[in-house]
């Protein structure tokens, strides 16, 4: 596999365990702190040529298989061919073969670190029942959700029978769950990541365990157990395959940067199930005739109405399903064409002369602000202060996305550009953590704003960027798609800085 070509920077596609990408995906790792290329991974999501092709791949070798129509049809025909040898349905455990091992691990996306199965038990579905531990708590239920939900629509049943258990829960300092000890459980404590690890095990051949050491990675063992029972369960029968798992992310943090709008509501779960867990979104704003600035986040998922309950603010149905939205204010630069109030409200905050224009300028309306004017951080603070009040973790500020752009008046000559920006957004940062102390930052740069048919992307003056991260505070992240070299920015990484890294590619 290989990259072939370059896509546009207005969607972002998903990184999974391990990954690459297709149009700017992302991987964070916030234990090394470390900065990554895109190499051979568990899951990538490719947009081109107007399509979205899914590959499930590893660095093993391990075959890779798109989801397309073929695969489409071979989970097709599995889950045919099991539901007719289903019919009479008296408990059996039988045997899987190694091509029916090879198909059975096809269905999960990404594929986990460590699996293996030898057998599967059929049975009719209202034989089974899910359990929790005796002392789950309200996170450890919601978990298990999902897997009712899967029993309940596709098999019509309740799972509360009693000749098959589910057991699902944490494991306590014991390396037990209600006194069964699973035989990874001290492994589970070594492995990279492991606040998401998780791990599932057969007991004898009338029990399955899923346990994990916080919910979070309890809620990835559930959904890797929905992925293997989905193709295989109807209303006369279900095949549950006896599976040992140990599972971990290689990076803390997968996600998808700049939803693409209008985002399909049915997407956003899909996503979320593929154990992605961070979703970038670009957030504009509107200035108010009391010329406050209020952000939007909204079009993102409210063209439908059913998007209002389960991914609106403050995002709750997002954290339930481990996802975490990630408001970014939107690129300085587009302050002034895409957000409405901002040049009558604002006008000593439009950029001077002729450098902060975009090279697309006539065509976009993209001019670099003055950003030495104390009325930014006024903004930036207001701005802030309403996104922390959704309750979410952090907020990125995304910089002026021409590399080029200059405001003229002496201040910002004198300070640089991207120096004066990334000086407000941090005052403004830290006007806000007064009222909320555990508000995080981020700093986007993603160079844009060309002119048309020129050939490639010029970067960030180095001279500003090097000034920036001499004084950037190590808790602000540092996230580039394009405009700064991997060479400065593992520069920063050495010397302890957090570096989120998106890629543009086209995979083939």
């Known amino acids: 596999m290989k990259a072939t ?74 889950k045919d061919s099991d539901k007719n040898s289903m019919n009479s349905v008296p408990t059996e455990t039988k045997s899987v073969s190694g091509s029916e091992a090879e198909e059975i691990k096809r269905c999960l996306l990404p594929l ?50 009693d000749k098959f258990e589910i057991l ?89 940067w700049h939803m693409p709008r209008p985002m399909p509501l049915q997407d956003i779960p899909w996503m979320a199930s593929l154990k992605l867990n961070k979703f970038h979104c670009a957030t504009n704003f509107d200035v108010l005739p009391d010329n406050k600035p209020v952000p939007q986040i909204t079009p993102y998922f409210q063209k439908e109405p059913a998007g209002e309950k389960e991914w609106s603010i403050p995002f709750d149905e997002a954290l339930s399903r481990g996802v975490e939205v990630i408001p970014g204010i939107v690129h300085m630069d587009f302050f002034e064409s895409g957000s409405n109030g901002f040049t009558s409200t604002y006008p000593e905050l439009i950029g001077k002369g002729e450098r902060p224009k975009s090279g697309a300028f006539e065509r976009t309306k993209y001019r670099a602000p003055c950003a030495s004017n104390p009325r930014l951080i006024e903004i930036l603070t207001e701005l802030m202060t309403n996104i922390a009040s959704w309750g979410v973790s952090t907020v990125y500020v995304w910089t002026t996305e021409y590399p080029g752009g200059q405001c003229e008046c002496e201040a910002c000559v004198k300070e640089g ?18 009222t909320y102390p555990e508000l995080k930052l981020g700093l986007f740069f993603g160079a844009g704003g060309f002119t048309p048919g020129e050939k490639w992307f010029p970067d960030y003056p180095k001279e500003a960027v090097d000034e920036i991260l001499a004084t950037l505070p190590k808790e602000v992240r540092m996230c580039v798609s394009l405009g700064i070299d991997d060479d400065v920015l593992k520069d920063y990484v050495d010397q302890g800085g957090l570096v989120t890294r998106c890629f543009i590619v086209s995979l083939s």
């Open 112 to 161: 986990p670190h460590e699996i293996s199965v030898g057998h599967k038990v059929v049975l009719a579905p209202g034989d089974i029942g899910i359990r929790l531990r005796k002392t789950a708590g309200p996170a450890e239920r919601n978990t298990v959700a999902q897997l009712r939900q899967l029993f309940k629509e596709q098999a019509g049943v309740e799972a509360t029978g």
């Open 168 to 256: 699902v829960g944490l494991i306590d300092n014991d390396g037990a769950i209600d006194g069964i000890k699973p035989d990874n459980a001290e492994r589970l404590k070594e492995v990279p990541n492991n606040e998401q690890a998780y791990l599932i095990q057969p007991v004898q051949e009338n029990r399955l365990i899923v346990g994990a050491l916080s919910e979070k990675g309890l809620l990835y063992g559930v959904t890797t157990l929905c992925q293997l029972i989905e193709a295989n369960i109807t209303k006369e029968a279900v095949s549950i395959p006896l599976v040992s798992v140990l599972d971990w992310p290689d990076f803390d943090d997968r996600g998808f």
């Open 417 to 434: 550009q991207f120096q004066a920006e990334v000086r407000s957004a941090l005052t403004a940062w830290r006007n806000v953590r007064k």
């Open 5 to 78: 070509g370059v896509l546009c920077v207005v969607c972002m596609a998903l990184v999974g365990d391990r990954a690459p990408h297709g149009a700017p995906i992302f991987v964070e790792d916030t234990a090394s702190r470390a900065c990554f290329r895109p190499e051979a991974n568990d899951l990538g999501l490719i947009f081109g040529g107007g399509t979205l092709k899914l590959a499930s791949l590893r660095p093993d070798g391990g075959a890779g298989q798109e989801l397309n129509g073929n695969y489409r049809e071979s989970v097709k025909s599995q």
